[in-house]
């Protein structure tokens, strides 16, 4: 199954790699590689992921960080639609 990144996803993903590897680039590497397996992971498995309050949208958690990755299965694609810290507010 293939995977896209929506531009607000691509950024959030960027911007806590590039704060993380200011202070420790050791553990942005490791969550890179965390990021990497669990989207291959959704790649084979795309319902692991829990259902959310929002219709059609499912919430992975990064065991070992502080993260959750939001996403959409769609017919062909999964799409990773948000990528947050557990600190920060949801969106409403």
């Known amino acids: 199954m293939r995977v896209r990144y929506t531009l607000t996803a691509a950024r959030q993903i960027e911007?806590?790699?590039?704060?993380l590897a200011q202070t420790s680039p050791r553990?942005?590497?490791?969550?890179?590689?965390?990021?990497?397996?669990?989207?291959?992971?959704?790649q084979v498995h795309p319902q692991a992921g829990r259902s959310t309050?929002?219709?059609g949208i499912r919430r992975f958690?990064?065991?070992?960080f502080p993260y959750l990755i939001d996403y959409r299965v769609a017919e062909e694609e999964i799409i990773i639609?948000?990528?947050r810290h557990t600190a920060r507010r949801p969106l409403s």
């Open 81 to 83: 639609r948000r990528f």
């Open 61 to 64: 958690p990064l065991s070992s």
């Open 27 to 42: 553990a942005a590497s490791g969550l890179q590689e965390r990021i990497l397996s669990v989207v291959r992971l959704l």
């Open 53 to 55: 309050s929002k219709r």
């Open 15 to 19: 911007a806590a790699l590039d704060f």
